[in-house]
């Protein structure tokens, strides 16, 4: 005679309390909590020091990542030469690019500007043998020689509209410009001043100048490929926010005043 025995599966709420709760808790904490849940934005940038570097202690990098932890986003930055960070960002390579200026979404329609403003930084002349020139705007290097960095469309694009009058030589990065100046193969190079001075400063040159007034003082904007299309009004508010807050003037205080000191 086959006898047939029921199992019972029913577990008692002692020890269903007692194994299966304190199993599951960890992954429930796991997969829950905000600061191990943020999804990663990675932005390219070409900019040094102290508006960028490779540790993200720079002003930018600060500024921006404090505005993604508040929409619950972390920052990872890459850097790139400027001409193929835009081309990456476009494709969706990279998830943005950390600040640039204003309408380049006209020529790289995947990119969506976030309309508020990092940081307004002037566009400088420095210059090794000529300390006492005058700037007088972009049209002021005519009949000079000048390097800039191949990828910066503020300086392509204003520097084009004197044609041959000028001498431009495209370089890929900082230390090829100021390579050209030590060997006095330019009269000038255009760049951002903040970056300009953190490589006057990285590398103890003391005999070239920064001239003044600024060639131009325009606003930087953090780019985000359209797929980011839905956090970019948060991330606007964050950044506006931090403005009225006084974090991003306490970061400025901290991270670009120290360079401005011999000046004061």
Do not use: C
């Not at 500024?63 to 790139?80: D, H, K, N, P, W």
């Not at 930084?121 to 005058?134: A, Q, T, Y």
């Not at 972009?138 to 392509?156: F, Q, R, T, Y």
Request: glycine content about 6%; proline content about 5%.
């Amino acid at each position: 005679m086959n006898v047939h025995h029921k199992i019972d599966f029913t577990f008692p709420d002692s020890i269903f309390k007692s194994f299966f709760i304190p199993f599951f808790i960890p992954f429930f904490i796991l997969f829950s909590h905000p600061a191990l849940s943020q999804q990663t934005i990675v932005l390219n940038t070409a900019f040094g020091s102290p508006v960028s570097n490779e540790s993200q202690t720079g002003f930018a990098d600060q500024v921006v990542a404090e505005a993604f932890r508040r929409i619950g986003y972390q920052l990872e930055t890459v850097r790139l030469p400027a001409e193929r960070a835009l081309i990456n960002a476009n494709r969706g390579i990279d998830d943005g690019d950390l600040i640039r200026v204003a309408g380049l979404q006209k020529k790289y329609p995947n990119l969506i500007q976030v309309p508020e403003a990092v940081m307004v930084i002037d566009m400088v002349l420095f210059s090794k043998n000529k300390p006492g020139f005058v700037v007088n705007g972009w049209e002021s290097v005519a009949s000079h020689s000048l390097a800039i960095i191949s990828g910066w469309k503020i300086m392509e694009k204003n520097f084009s509209v004197l044609g041959d009058r000028v001498e431009i030589i495209k370089t890929d990065n900082a230390e090829q410009s100021f390579t050209l100046l030590a060997k006095d193969r330019v009269d000038f190079i255009a760049y951002s001043k903040w970056s300009g001075l953190g490589y006057l400063k990285a590398h103890n040159i003391t005999d070239v100048t920064l001239l003044d007034p600024p060639l131009a003082s325009p606003g930087f904007y953090v780019y985000l490929h359209k797929k980011h299309n839905k956090i970019v009004p948060q991330l606007a508010a964050a950044i506006r926010k931090m403005k009225t807050d006084g974090t991003l003037q306490a970061i400025s205080d901290r991270l670009l005043k120290p360079y401005l000191q011999k000046k004061e």
